[in-house]
C-alpha cells in the first residue's frame, strides 16, 4: 500500500503562484511513476502532469504547459507541483496519484495509478 497526503493548495489572486507537496507513505517511492489530476466542480477529473520515477521524463496537459513544473524527491518521497501565472480556471481539486511503471515510463491514464491521495483545494480568484 502507498498512502498519499497533498498539502498547499488555497486561495490565490490570477497570476500568482502556489506550490502543491504530496507526501507519500508506505512501500517504496521509487518504482511509481507519479502525476497530479485535477477535479473542477460539474466536470470530469482530468490530467495534469506526470513524472517517472527516475525523475528524466515529464509530461503535461496543454492547459498548464509552460506554468506548472511536476518534480520529485525520491529521498524525502514527495511530489511537487510548481504552479504559476495561475488563471481562474485552474481553480479545482488537485490529486496526486500512484501508478507502478517501468524506469522512465509515465502515463496519463487516471486508470493506470493504483493510489490517489485526498486531493487539495486549488482557488484562484479573478
Known amino acids: 500500500q502507498v498512502r498519499l497526503v497533498e498539502s498547499g493548495g488555497g486561495l490565490v489572486q490570477a497570476g500568482g503562484s502556489l506550490r502543491l507537496s504530496c507526501a507519500a507513505s508506505g512501500r517504496t517511492f521509487s518504482g511509481y511513476a507519479m502525476g497530479w489530476f485535477r477535479q473542477a466542480p460539474g466536470k470530469e477529473r482530468e490530467f495534469v502532469a506526470t513524472?517517472?520515477?527516475?525523475?528524466?521524463?515529464?509530461y503535461y496537459a496543454d492547459s498548464v504547459k509552460g506554468r506548472f513544473t511536476i518534480s520529485r524527491d525520491n529521498a524525502k518521497n514527495t511530489v511537487y507541483l510548481q504552479m504559476n501565472s495561475l488563471k481562474p480556471e485552474d481553480t479545482a481539486v488537485y490529486y496526486c496519484?500512484?501508478?507502478?511503471?517501468?524506469?522512465?515510463?509515465?502515463?496519463?491514464?487516471?486508470?493506470?495509478?493504483?493510489?490517489w491521495g485526498q486531493g487539495t483545494q486549488v482557488t484562484v480568484s479573478s
Open positions: 513524472i517517472s520515477w527516475s525523475s528524466g521524463n515529464t
Open positions: 496519484a500512484a501508478a507502478p511503471m517501468d524506469y522512465g515510463v509515465f502515463t496519463t491514464v487516471a486508470g493506470a495509478y493504483n493510489y
